[in-house]
């Protein structure tokens, strides 16, 4: 129905109500991208790889987003596991995807 779809639809895409109708925020890595969709068909990135030659700015952006909400999400029952594979990284790997994180994010348009 058209009432619920678009309160559904913003809260799973931007979590914007902070989990009320969406029991977590629509959150995908390139990898994910790559296995239900064709849209990776022909990149040049790798969608397996954060960081690193041809790392894929998706999944550099899904671990760094889970990096920052790590507290938030350790207890969660769908995104708990995601948090433990993420703090079984060496830091330093955490580091270079928060700094590339960073870079991504900053050549996005701010309008």
């Known amino acids: 129905m058209e009432w619920v779809e678009l309160p559904n639809v913003l809260g799973m895409s931007q979590h914007?109500?902070?989990?009320?109708?969406?029991?977590?925020?629509?959150i995908a890595s390139g990898k994910y991208i790559q296995?239900?969709?064709?849209?990776?068909?022909?990149?040049?990135?790798?969608?397996?790889r954060a960081v690193g030659p041809g790392a894929c700015p998706y999944t550099t952006l899904y671990w760094a987003f889970l990096d920052r909400h790590a507290e938030r999400f350790r207890l969660h029952p769908r995104l708990g596991q995601q948090v433990r594979n993420l703090e079984r990284m060496p830091e330093a790997q955490r580091a270079e995807i928060r700094q590339r994180a960073d870079v991504i994010r900053a050549g996005l348009p701010q309008d």
């Open 16 to 26: 914007a109500d902070g989990g009320h109708m969406a029991s977590k925020p629509y």
């Open 35 to 48: 296995r239900m969709s064709n849209y990776c068909a022909g990149c040049r990135y790798r969608p397996d």
